[in-house]
């Protein structure tokens, strides 16, 4: 698995700037808008941005990855995306900055997870992704 694409969300409300890397200190993108606890980030897949037909960055999404189902990791679950390590918090729920894609039943556990870094460090497109501690299996 690999990075495709990285967003940092500036303000709120305004476009997300695609960008070529991610540094996290503090536990926290450096030159984004402070997300809330356990919001830090939000990563989605490729197949969910096909699934819906949109470009990347229309989740408001901060790392887009190659995987095939990110849906199926749970809370707990720890990935390495880069030098940073991250802990999936649970699914993330449409706001209405999406809805326009969808109803709020269809996008429904089909628009990513979000997680905290556990780490600073730099994530670059391209990085490897690897599931590093599953605690529901998959």
């Known amino acids: 698995m690999k990075v495709s694409n990285l967003f940092i969300k ?12 991610l540094v ?4 926290h993108i450096v030159g ?7 919001r830090s ?16 960055g229309q989740f408001r999404e901060n790392i887009v990855i190659d995987y095939i189902d ?6 707990g679950d720890e990935i390495q995306v880069g030098e940073v390590r991250i802990r999936i918090t649970f699914n993330c ?16 556990g089909k628009r990513g997870v979000l997680g905290e870094f556990l780490n600073n ?15 529901n299996g998959i």
Do not use: R
């Open 10 to 21: 500036k303000e709120a409300g305004f476009d997300m700037l695609l960008v070529e890397s």
């Open 24 to 27: 996290v200190e503090k536990l």
């Open 32 to 38: 984004q808008k402070v997300s809330q606890p356990l």
């Open 41 to 56: 980030v939000l990563l989605t897949s490729k197949s969910l941005l096909e699934y819906w037909k949109i470009s990347p």
């Open 70 to 75: 990110i849906s199926e990791l749970q809370s």
């Open 93 to 108: 729920e449409p706001c209405g900055k999406v809805m326009s894609i969808a109803s709020l039943d269809k996008l429904k």
């Open 121 to 135: 460090g730099h994530i670059h497109t391209n990085d490897h992704v690897s599931i590093l501690n599953v605690l």
